[in-house]
């Protein structure tokens, strides 16, 4: 369905915020590398919240800023790859913090890791055929698969959460564009769990590789979703993209001709916060302002799969 408006978001930041020169502290590296390198200057931390505690509070934001009554959700859906257990969902667990036991709810993760945001608000968009009020999450506890003794994933990620509710409505639109392509070298991976790893193990990555392919796969769901929306990129008033490094957003802007100044950006703060990155640079765009009535943006992922895509909306 494209008939679809955002009518509320929010976001939550972990409690410890941790900067460049505390990694200093902990590994070979400098505050000078990782600002040259990604742009990060700090990202925020847990050590006491669990993912569904981010996601609740991204949510009550998202509710507040609606200004609908909680019990209108009729599903929630948690994008993430960091949730509290395995079983039951961090969604059933926002339904309980919510106070929506009992009610008809239907609520379920999602894993399609910093491309979470975008295919959640894409199934999303899908199901508002059957549910009214759909309150869509991502949400990460990162910290707790980083190996915090290598520098070259730990100076990356971040902890939080951000949430937007969708409804269906003639006052906006969204259409999007996901892929998945696999990764069958393992260029990104958490492999904890399989037959062969039964103890929970941390996240790997090949930079190089990611950087790669982060390279070519936002602008090829740029360029798909905007064809599908039949719109062109000069028309877009504003971009927020995955916030995992400043110069693949470079690269991005440069081959597809969009003034950085259209390019919403916060991972100088928040680091790579995977599944929430998109949804907490969204709510806060607006919570600062930069998102106005009938403005037409584009959101844009990529992440560990590989996945991909990206959402056409008119606000
Ligand atoms: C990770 C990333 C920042 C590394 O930047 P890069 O320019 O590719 O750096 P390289 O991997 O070539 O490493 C260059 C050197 O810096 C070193 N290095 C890596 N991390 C470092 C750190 N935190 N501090 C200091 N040096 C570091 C490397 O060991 C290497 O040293 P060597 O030349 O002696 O071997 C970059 O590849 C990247 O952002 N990739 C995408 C990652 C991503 O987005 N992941 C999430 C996907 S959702």
């Known amino acids: 369905m494209e008939n679809v408006k955002i009518i509320g978001c929010g976001y939550a930041k972990a409690e410890k915020k941790l900067f460049n020169t505390d990694l200093e502290k902990i590994v070979d590296t400098s505050d000078e590398w990782i600002v040259q390198r990604t742009g990060i200057h700090s990202r925020y931390i847990t050590q006491t919240k669990n993912t569904s505690d981010l996601a609740f509070e991204a949510a009550k934001k998202a509710i507040k800023d609606a200004q609908i009554d909680v019990s209108l959700i009729d599903?929630?859906?948690?994008?993430?790859?960091?949730?509290?257990?395995?079983?039951?969902?961090?969604?059933?667990?926002?339904?309980?913090?919510?106070?929506?036991?009992?009610?008809?709810?239907?609520?379920?993760?999602?894993?399609?890791?910093?491309?979470?945001?975008?295919?959640?608000?894409?199934?999303?968009?899908?199901?508002?055929?059957?549910?009214?009020?759909?309150?869509?999450?991502g949400a990460e506890t990162l910290s707790k698969i980083i190996d915090w003794n290598d520098r070259n994933t730990c100076v990356l990620f971040g902890d939080g959460a951000g949430a937007a509710l969708i409804q269906k409505s003639n006052q906006g639109r969204m259409v999007s564009f996901t892929k998945s392509t696999g990764d069958k070298d393992g260029f990104l991976m958490c492999k904890g769990l399989s037959l062969q790893e039964k103890e929970m193990s941390y996240l790997e990555m090949n930079g190089k590789e990611v950087f790669r392919f982060a390279i070519e796969a936002m602008p090829y769901s740029i360029e798909k979703v905007l064809e599908k929306a039949n719109q062109k990129i000069?028309?877009?008033?504003?971009?927020?993209p995955h916030q995992a490094n400043i110069r693949i957003l470079k690269h991005v802007a440069k081959k597809m001709k969009i003034d950085f100044d259209r390019i919403f950006v916060n991972l100088d703060e928040f680091g790579n916060t995977s599944s929430a990155s998109i949804a907490i640079a969204l709510a806060q765009a607006k919570e600062q302002g930069k998102i106005k009535k009938g403005m037409k943006m584009v959101l844009t992922g990529f992440g560990a799969g590989f996945t991909s895509g990206a959402i056409y909306l008119e606000w």
């Open 75 to 137: 599903c929630i859906l948690v994008a993430t790859t960091t949730p509290d257990c395995i079983t039951p969902s961090t969604a059933c667990l926002v339904q309980e913090k919510l106070g929506l036991n009992g009610q008809e709810c239907t609520s379920f993760d999602l894993n399609a890791a910093c491309s979470g945001f975008v295919y959640g608000l894409s199934l999303a968009s899908m199901m508002l055929e059957t549910y009214s009020t759909i309150l869509v999450i």
């Open 234 to 240: 000069e028309d877009i008033d504003l971009f927020i």
